[in-house]
């Protein structure tokens, strides 16, 4: 089975143009946060928290679990749009359009794979540490990237390259002033998507060595500490959360005027 290449957009994230007409999005987000946030904080002070607990919810020890899980989820997405961005525009040219089904199926086949299946294969190969991780969520995450790059560019009408053409523009000046800035929009709702995407699946990091918050839901799971494991849980989705929320007022600001 292959994969369809025209798809709409927002299967893999909004667009700027709907924060747009949904500007309540932007405030409700950091609304949501800081709810979530305080919930957790009263939470811990509700309950008893024994030596060990008090080890795993060191203020100093979350903060590192939070510094590497957001390292992982960012070179990881730099590493995506290296390759995909790339790949896409690519694929999208008249000759190699005919490879774009297949690529798009592979990527379809790392996605479609069980996330800690990936990762695990990973680490078979190369070994256990950040980068085997780093690999395991660029291969994850790379479709909505790849995806939305090459449904942004063949959305363009055909009109404005022939008319870029005609007023003498190379087919480099045609595809830098006038495709990728129309597919602007489509391809930041996909890199959106691979930053919420690699949040999630970075907890998975943990298993072969590499940290990460998903270190606290282990712990909590494995020695039945349960405000740890809830910490962790919560701290995952807020760090998503707040990627996302970043994430849209860029893709805003990034969004060009009159597209």
Same mark, same amino acid.
């Given at each position: 089975?292959?994969?369809?290449?025209?798809?709409?957009?927002?299967?893999?994230?909004?667009?700027?143009?709907?924060?747009?007409?949904?500007?309540?999005?932007?405030?409700?987000?950091?609304?949501?946060?800081?709810?979530?946030?305080?919930?957790?904080?009263?939470?811990?002070?509700?309950?008893?928290?024994?030596?060990?607990?008090?080890?795993?919810?060191?203020?100093?020890?979350?903060?590192?679990? +939070?510094?590497?899980?957001?390292?992982? %989820?960012? /070179?990881?997405? $730099?590493? *995506?749009?290296?390759? &995909?961005?790339?790949? #896409?525009?690519?694929?999208?040219?008249?000759?190699?359009?005919?490879?774009?089904?297949?690529?798009?199926?592979?990527?379809?086949?790392?996605?479609?794979?069980?996330?800690?299946?990936?990762?695990?294969?990973?680490?078979?190969?190369?070994?256990?540490?950040?980068?085997?991780?780093?690999?395991?969520?660029?291969?994850?995450?790379?479709?909505?990237?790849?995806?939305?790059?090459?449904?942004?560019?063949?959305?363009?009408?055909?009109?404005?390259?022939?008319?870029?053409?005609?007023?003498?523009?190379?087919?480099?000046?045609?595809?830098?002033?006038?495709?990728?800035?129309?597919?602007?929009?489509? +391809?930041?709702?996909?890199?959106?998507? %691979?930053? /919420?995407?690699? $949040?999630? *699946?970075?907890?998975? &990091?943990?298993?072969? #060595?590499?940290?990460?918050?998903?270190?606290?839901?282990?712990?909590?799971?494995?020695?039945?500490?349960?405000?740890?494991?809830?910490?962790?849980?919560?701290?995952?989705?807020?760090?998503?959360?707040?990627?996302?929320?970043?994430?849209?007022?860029?893709?805003?600001?990034?969004?060009?005027?009159?597209?």
């Amino acid at each position: 089975m292959t994969a369809t290449v025209h798809q709409d957009p927002e299967t893999f994230g909004a667009t700027a143009a709907d924060t747009d007409k949904k500007p309540w999005a932007l405030v409700a987000t950091p609304a949501v946060i800081l709810a979530m946030t305080l919930g957790l904080i009263v939470y811990l002070k509700s309950v008893e928290i024994d030596s060990a607990m008090a080890a795993s919810l060191n203020v100093s020890f979350v903060t590192s679990k +939070i510094v590497e899980h957001v390292s992982l %989820t960012a /070179v990881s997405t $730099v590493l *995506v749009l290296l390759t &995909a961005i790339p790949l #896409g525009i690519l694929l999208s040219r008249k000759k190699t359009k005919a490879m774009s089904p297949f690529i798009l199926t592979a990527a379809n086949m790392a996605q479609g794979a069980p996330a800690i299946g990936v990762v695990a294969l990973l680490a078979v190969w190369f070994g256990i540490g950040f980068w085997p991780a780093v690999v395991a969520l660029s291969l994850y995450s790379i479709l909505p990237a790849l995806r939305n790059t090459l449904v942004g560019l063949e959305q363009v009408d055909p009109a404005l390259i022939d008319a870029g053409r005609g007023i003498g523009m190379s087919a480099t000046k045609v595809l830098f002033r006038v495709e990728l800035v129309l597919a602007v929009p489509v +391809i930041l709702a996909g890199i959106r998507t %691979t930053l /919420v995407l690699n $949040v999630g *699946v970075a907890s998975l &990091a943990t298993f072969i #060595g590499s940290g990460g918050l998903g270190e606290l839901i282990v712990v909590g799971v494995t020695q039945y500490q349960f405000p740890v494991l809830v910490t962790g849980s919560i701290l995952i989705a807020l760090l998503a959360l707040t990627i996302d929320w970043i994430a849209a007022i860029a893709e805003r600001a990034l969004h060009p005027k009159g597209v």
